[in-house]
């Protein structure tokens, strides 16, 4: 999907990865881009709505959804990252509220118009995903979680047109990776890389140069070939998530 012309939604964007994408969206030719953040965000360009977003309140989604009339892509990327090691109960489940519930909550009250649109949903997770790094263990089931919710509405949606991508992130040079003392892509080349992926209509987008280093290993493997396989038992008639 190429998004000139396109109504974007970003959540998360008043920093980091998040607010790249509000730039590369504009960059593209984007007719509107609704910009999510729980805080304030100052954008000069006309094109900018801010949303106040706060993906784990469901009064905050249901007003966004009000002032949205049309939209094409959902980009879930707000995240939250913890330091931890499993033995406190609360940070695992405030990774679960954001990162996979919050998520969820969103994409299911933007169904409708993007059903309407044909549009896609980009669900921004990371390498964590799919093998644990147990220095944050509750930021990586969190992202487990989504990637395996992400692979279920791709298979439920796609008879209603809409096309579901898990976006694999490596490590970015942002605020949450601050602590890790290793090779970092920018949050502007990163965007880039996923609005590549997304005009290609790549299913699992790797946009920076530690996760292509992986990506056709992951797409020729037996796990995405699995995924495939199990994909094929969703009836036509059961895709109708509200």
């Not at 007003?63 to 109960?89: F, Q, S």
């Not at 509405?153 to 991508?165: K, P, S, Y």
């Amino acid at each position: 999907m190429n998004i000139a012309n396109k109504t974007v939604l970003i959540t998360g964007a008043n920093r980091g990865i998040g607010r790249a994408l509000v730039n590369e969206a504009l960059r593209r030719g984007a007719k509107r881009v609704y910009a999510g953040t729980r805080g304030a965000l100052q954008n000069a360009d006309k094109r900018v709505t801010p949303l106040t977003l706060d993906v784990t309140n469901v009064s905050q989604i249901q007003r966004a959804v009000e002032e949205v009339d049309t939209l094409d892509v959902l980009i879930n990327n707000a995240g939250v990252a913890i330091y931890d090691d499993l033995t406190n109960l609360e940070v695992i489940e405030r990774h679960l509220e954001v990162n996979f519930l919050g998520m969820l909550k969103v994409t299911h009250a933007f169904l409708p118009l993007l059903r309407r649109s044909k549009g896609a949903i980009l669900n921004n997770l990371s390498l964590v995903a799919l093998a644990a790094l147990p220095v944050i263990p509750a930021y990586s089931i969190s992202k487990a979680a989504a990637f395996n919710m992400t692979q279920s509405l791709r298979a439920l949606l796609a008879v209603q047109g809409i096309t579901v991508h898990a976006v694999v992130i490596g490590p970015v040079d942002t605020d949450m990776n601050r602590g890790f003392e290793i090779p970092k892509a920018s949050t502007e080349s990163t965007a880039l890389g996923i609005f590549d992926g997304l005009e290609k209509g790549e299913e699992d987008i790797f946009p920076d140069p530690v996760s292509q280093s992986i990506a056709e290993g992951w797409r020729n493997g037996a796990v995405k070939a699995l995924e495939r396989q199990f994909a094929a038992f969703v009836p036509t008639s059961a895709a109708t998530l509200a």
